[in-house]
């Protein structure tokens, strides 16, 4: 079946500094990527959906500035946290359109100290 | 706004039991109803998918079906094996396989 890798798979970092994961569909394009963010004991929750060559369509409450999405080609998205806090640290996973079925990266876990 | 509510874990079982797993969902549609599986270290996968009442979808053992009446998609096997320990996920979108709506997740142990 379809792949989606995503790296890291694991990452820490301090406060104030920007954190990049990528996702990557390996044998298939995509043109649209989901992020997903999910808190312990909780649901996860979409973020944006991100498009080719396009801008990222952001869910209602998610900072567009703080979560940089591009989408620069059919195979890869990054989304980038800038300026971390400790209240950033989460598990983020990204997914993967190949029609008619979503595919999922192994998802980030992010720690900001 | 779409919601999907599920059993909280983590569900321990010996092997050979059955297992329920269940998920109810509030959408303003007729959404397709999902579960994901995700084993350790892996990325989220399709474990079974149905998209319209009364559907049954079923994989690996497992089987779901549309219950539209009572708004459920509760996840069923007969006899779980050591390896389908994993965290299951309820799943539901208004258009297939488009924005997902998920389910908390309930970690399932499975020991011999």
């Known amino acids: 079946g379809a792949v989606v890798s995503q790296h890291p798979s694991w990452v820490i970092c301090k406060s104030g500094t920007s954190v990049k994961i990528e996702c990557r569909s390996l044998d298939f394009q995509a043109t649209t990527m989901f992020w997903y963010r999910q808190f312990p004991k909780q649901s996860l929750m979409l973020m944006a959906t991100?498009?080719?060559?396009?801008?990222?369509?952001?869910e209602q409450g998610v900072e567009k500035d703080k979560f940089l999405i591009n989408h620069a080609s059919l195979t890869l998205s990054t989304l980038t946290v800038t300026s971390a806090h400790p209240e950033d640290s989460s598990f983020y996973i990204c997914?993967?359109?190949?029609?008619?079925?979503?595919?999922f990266g192994q998802g980030t876990r992010l720690t900001v100290v | 706004g779409d919601s999907v509510t599920q059993m909280e874990g983590p569900v321990t079982l010996s092997e050979e039991a059955c297992l329920t797993i269940n998920c109810t969902y509030t959408a303003t549609g007729y959404p397709s109803l999902f579960w994901y599986v995700q084993y350790p270290g892996e990325g989220l996968q399709l474990l079974l998918k149905a998209t319209k009442a009364d559907d049954k979808g079923s994989n690996k053992g497992f089987e779901a079906t549309y219950r539209k009446e009572t708004t459920s998609f509760h996840l069923e096997k007969g006899s779980v094996q050591v390896s389908d320990s994993a965290v299951y996920f309820c799943?539901?979108?208004?258009?297939?396989?488009?924005?997902?709506?998920f389910g908390t997740g309930t970690r399932l142990t499975i020991i011999p």
């Open positions: 991100s498009n080719e060559g396009s801008k990222a369509t952001y």
């Open positions: 799943a539901l979108s208004e258009r297939d396989n488009e924005k997902l709506t």
């Open positions: 997914s993967a359109r190949d029609a008619p079925r979503a595919f």
